[in-house]
């Protein structure tokens, strides 16, 4: 048997989602894919799947994709004003007095005139920039990102069987499947089809933890489904660690916090992250004028996001207390870690808990739930706390906000991205073809 001529190395998800960098999907795809792209032992071609086909890129412009998920720039979060406030009740008052007939026709005439989405994704630079890709025997297809936003999994399948490729993909959690309420809507039937081809299709699946793996082979087991061979690997987690802090000075919001205490947290806003619970604390703690420590929210909109979103910009706490922040720079984000009081995770499940280690990196004490893989994140590291417990999290924000801030001294070594994607690449020259 023979090892394989070269990797397919897919960056759709960095494609799709070039101006945005807030999840470990996107860190991970871009962190082991710009490594790959400049090892000169292996022979990497990076290809977008579009509209049912494979387009080749260059590794020059595969670089440029990459780079582009990085936002140099943050989204600053509006203050709310009283003219957004009136305009708000005429709507409310227009509302009432209308009939029905007449605001779906206002509706209609709105949806009509708004920008229509883009029907192609391959765009004239996209066209001038790749070209159609054809698999063949030899070829190893590897999906480090959202594979279920972006395949079709029938047309792999069919293209596996005609040329006998090989596929290794990345799963991050099975969330949708094991707790599809925390997903804000019915996506279960989607995603149980979506794991199935997975296991089906892949000829190793590289699992973020421990947790996952056994999430995913228990998956397979109870439908009596042959498991793929599965590999525990850890993300990398080195980030930027900034002390110079000129750059922050001229970022806007971010000044306002060099003299304030803050607890930290980070990740997308959506339901499984828990940050109602930390919004109900805040609204509770803040009564007390004793309280002194603001929470800083960093992470772009998730599933299904809106109402918590419109509750917490509603607050009278927004933006004097709460701070949300949707996009930063590596460099804005780490400072944030660095001059945090305490890093919050409250999530209800996590695959991994990639942020936990960055605080931990940065020397922060951390507070985190004890559900899914957040505990080994943790690395015992930090002080775990059901995530239902809401007393016992204000207590614990009560107690921090008393403190002088604290360096931590953490006696283990961190996983770096470079270990990371030499793992993953010693694993792919690995299989056999």
Known sequence: MMKCDRILLDLTTSYRWQGRNATGIIRTEREIGSR??????????????????FREIS???????????????????????????IQRVILRMIKRILPALVISKIKTVRNRNAPKEK??????????NSAALNPKRGDLLFISGLGWEVFDYKILSLLKKKTDMKIASFIYDLIPVLFPELMGGDYKDFFFDYF???AKINDIVFCISKCTQNDF????????MEIPKTKVIT????????????EIDQIGHLVEHKETKFALTVGTFEIRKNYKLLLDAWSDLCKDNEFNMNLIIVGMPGWKSEESIRKLKRSKLYN????????????????LYNACQVFVYPSLYEGWGLPIVEALIHMRPAIISNRGAIPEAGMGLCTVVDPDDFEEWKHLMRVYSRREKEEKQYDIEFPSWDDTASIVAKELMNIEV
Request: aromatic letters at 8%; charged letters at 25%; one cysteine or more.
């Open 36 to 53: 790959m792209l400049k090892d000169q032992t292996i022979e990497v071609i990076p290809i977008l799947f579009l509209e049912g086909e």
């Open 59 to 85: 590794k020059k412009y595969a670089l440029n994709i990459i780079k582009n998920c990085q936002v140099n720039a943050m989204e600053i979060p509006k203050k709310n004003t009283k003219g957004r406030a």
């Open 119 to 128: 029907v192609s994704e391959l765009s004239l630079e996209l066209k001038n």
């Open 196 to 198: 199935q081809n997975m």
């Open 217 to 224: 082979i228990e998956f397979c087991s109870s439908r009596g």
């Open 235 to 246: 993300l990398g987690s080195n980030v930027t660690i900034l002390h110079d802090i000129i």
């Open 320 to 335: 004097t207390r709460i701070y949300w922040y949707e996009n930063l720079s590596d460099s804005g984000l780490s400072w």
